[in-house]
């Protein structure tokens, strides 16, 4: 039988209102996460990974021009965000208030969202916080954030993301403001919570091997469109994109050479308000021939393990 989808995307685009010209952040998006399933969005500042989470959490600005379609299939409504989708955001220092204590802000959401009384919200504050690795959660629930370390506030985070129980957590590079050890600190942790609690996960991130830690499924996504998407296995062991190849190039470098600067991709992504009639990634192509600047290539493979690329068998 086939899983009914948790959330579909079909043929999203998104533009942003910008001068000189408006951006294009997302064109023609086709995603689907399964309940429970752990998808990484990978690619480049700028590719639109932040937009496609907004736009999932209904969150995008009101002059946004929306076409194509979001549905949540195994939820049968809209959600609602804090209750249906948890949403952790890069920096750990601007997601949370800085006048409330850990525990009114996780409560909050309890309040909320599970109609929990104070008391009983502040409590399951407690437990919350021991769930994400705070120590002596009794003691630390009345402080206020700027008593927590930056990797404490993103375990807090996480915690208010998950308080209300969503079948979606939405994490928009978690871990790219945390030096490395709390970087794998929280993405064990996130691991851990969406496995015990069946919660899908949407991880947003630009590093390769940040999603090859926690992904069951993986989709590249350049200059607001997918380039491939794939099982996680199969993607890091055999990618089929010139891009996704360059991408897993420079995580593999960052990790044997510990630190090394990038070994940056060569040239940069088209102009956000560009129209490319070819594949957008043909300027920085290594493989690139004339009809791959000329001819979008479609999409080959299935839905949910393909790629777009010219010079890949279908
Ligand atoms: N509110 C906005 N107004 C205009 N352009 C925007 C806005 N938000 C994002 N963009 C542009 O949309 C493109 C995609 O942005 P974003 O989704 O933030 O990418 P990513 O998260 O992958 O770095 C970028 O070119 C960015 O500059
Ligand atoms: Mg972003």
Redesign the pocket.
């Known amino acids: 039988m086939r899983l009914v989808p948790l959330l579909e995307l079909r043929g999203l685009s998104v533009r942003?209102?910008?001068e000189p010209v408006p951006?294009h952040?997302l064109r023609g998006l086709d995603l689907e996460l399964l309940p429970g399933e752990r998808l990484a969005l990978v690619?480049?500042?700028?590719?639109?990974?932040?937009?496609?989470l907004?736009a999932i959490a209904g969150l995008l600005?009101d002059e946004?021009e929306i076409t194509g379609g979001r549905r949540f299939p195994a939820l049968g409504r809209e959600p609602t965000p804090g209750r249906d989708l948890g949403l952790v955001l890069q920096d750990p220092f601007a997601s949370l208030d800085p006048v409330l204590s850990v525990g009114e802000q996780i409560g909050e959401v309890l309040v909320a969202h599970r109609g929990a009384r104070w008391a009983e919200a502040r409590r399951a504050a407690v437990v919350l916080l021991g769930r994400v690795g705070i120590a002596e959660p009794e003691a630390r629930v009345d402080d206020p954030p700027h008593r927590f370390s930056g990797g404490q506030r993103q375990r807090i985070a996480i915690a208010m993301a998950i308080a209300a129980g969503p079948r979606l957590l939405l994490a928009?590079?978690p871990t790219s403001a945390l030096d490395t050890v709390v970087q794998a600190q929280i993405l064990d942790l996130l691991d851990g919570l969406v496995r015990e609690q069946g919660t899908a996960l949407l991880l947003?991130t630009?590093d390769l091997a940040v999603a090859s830690r926690i992904a069951d499924r993986i989709a590249v996504?350049y200059a607001?469109r997918l380039v491939e998407s794939g099982p996680a296995f199969r993607l890091l062991r055999s990618p089929r994109h010139p891009y996704t190849r360059a991408l897993l190039a420079i995580a593999r470098a960052l990790e044997a050479g510990g630190g090394e600067p990038l070994a940056a991709i060569p040239g940069a992504p088209p102009e956000?308000g560009a129209e490319l009639p070819g594949c957008s990634f043909a300027p920085r192509c290594p493989l690139a021939s004339a009809r791959c600047a000329e001819e979008r290539p479609a999409w080959r493979g299935h839905p949910r393990d393909g790629v777009a690329c010219h010079l890949v068998g279908s």
Not at 43 to 52: A, D, F, L, M, R
């Open positions: 942003l209102p910008a951006v952040a690619g480049e500042s700028g590719s639109g990974k932040s937009t496609v907004l600005p946004a928009d590079e947003v630009h996504l607001g956000p």
